[in-house]
C-alpha cells in the first residue's frame, strides 16, 4: 500500500460547480499535512496546509479526518484557473522528510 | 524576484555520462532539497541539507551526489547516468524544515532524458 493514496482523476467538473477530493495516508503517526498545486510541466505551489480544526482560504476548505487516516480538499465555485494537479503530502518521519501524493488531475470545463 | 533557479532546463545525456545540476536560492532559507518526480508517481526526496557544508540521504539517493559549498546553492551530481534516471528533477528551499509547516518553494525543474 502506497503511503500516500490520490485519485489520479482526471476530475472533469463544469465552471462554477463544487468538487471535492481525498487523499488516504498509511502513518497514523503523522502530525502534518498540506495540498499544494502544480500547473501543467510547472513546480508545486503551497495552496495550503491541513489543520486539524479544518481551515478555510477563499473558496478552498480543507479537511483532516485522523480517524480515517484521510485529508480532503474542497473547491467551492470553481474557476478555469483552478484547473491543475492537486498533490496531497504528508509530514514523513522528520521534519525534513514529506511523502508526496502521485497527485489528482482536475479539469474545469467552461 | 528569483526565489529558487535551476540550471538546465533541460538536457539530454548518454547512457554513461555525467552531469551537475545546479540550483541556486535567493532567500537566505537554511534548508535545501533534491526530488526527482517520475510519472504516477509522487515526488522523491533524492537529498537534502540543512545548511552549508550539509548533506544527508533522502528516499532515493543511490547514483547521485550532493554538495552544498555555499549557502544559497545546492548541485546535485549524476556520475554515471543510467536510463532509470530520466526524470524530472526539482529543487526546493525552505526557512525552516518541511515538515514543520514551512513553505517549500520550488524551482522550475530539469527535465533530464537518458539514452
Known amino acids: 500500500r502506497k503511503e500516500v493514496e490520490q485519485d489520479p482523476g482526471p476530475f472533469n467538473v463544469p465552471e462554477g460547480a463544487t468538487v471535492a477530493f481525498n487523499c488516504t495516508y498509511s502513518?497514523?503517526?503523522?502530525?502534518?499535512f498540506f495540498w499544494y498545486r502544480q500547473d501543467c510541466r510547472k513546480e508545486p505551489k503551497l495552496l495550503m496546509s491541513?489543520?486539524?480544526?479544518?481551515n478555510e482560504d477563499g473558496r478552498f476548505t480543507a479537511q483532516l479526518n485522523r480517524a480515517s487516516q484521510y485529508i480532503s480538499l474542497l473547491i467551492r465555485d470553481s474557476k478555469l484557473s483552478d484547473s491543475a494537479t492537486y498533490l496531497c503530502?504528508?509530514?514523513?518521519?522528520?521534519?525534513?522528510?514529506?511523502?508526496w501524493g502521485a497527485g489528482t488531475k482536475l479539469i474545469i470545463k467552461p | 524576484n528569483a526565489g529558487v533557479t535551476q540550471t538546465p532546463k533541460f538536457r539530454v545525456l548518454k547512457t554513461g555520462q555525467s552531469m551537475t545540476l545546479l540550483c541556486a536560492q535567493d532567500?537566505?532559507?537554511?534548508?535545501m532539497y533534491w526530488y526527482r518526480q517520475d510519472p504516477g508517481m509522487g515526488l522523491r526526496l533524492i537529498h537534502y541539507?540543512?545548511?552549508?557544508?550539509?548533506?544527508a540521504k533522502g528516499e532515493v539517493p543511490d547514483g547521485y551526489n550532493v554538495s552544498r559549498l555555499k549557502k544559497q546553492n545546492f548541485l546535485l551530481g549524476l556520475e554515471s547516468a543510467a536510463p532509470s534516471q530520466t526524470s524530472v528533477y526539482f529543487c526546493a528551499s525552505s526557512y525552516g524544515g518541511q515538515g514543520t509547516g514551512r513553505e517549500a518553494f520550488f524551482g522550475q525543474g530539469t527535465r533530464l532524458t537518458v539514452v
Open positions: 503530502v504528508v509530514r514523513g518521519d522528520s521534519n525534513y522528510q514529506l511523502i
Open positions: 491541513v489543520y486539524s480544526s479544518g
Open positions: 541539507s540543512v545548511g552549508e557544508g550539509t548533506t
Open positions: 502513518n497514523s503517526a503523522s502530525q502534518s
Open positions: 532567500m537566505n532559507h537554511e534548508y
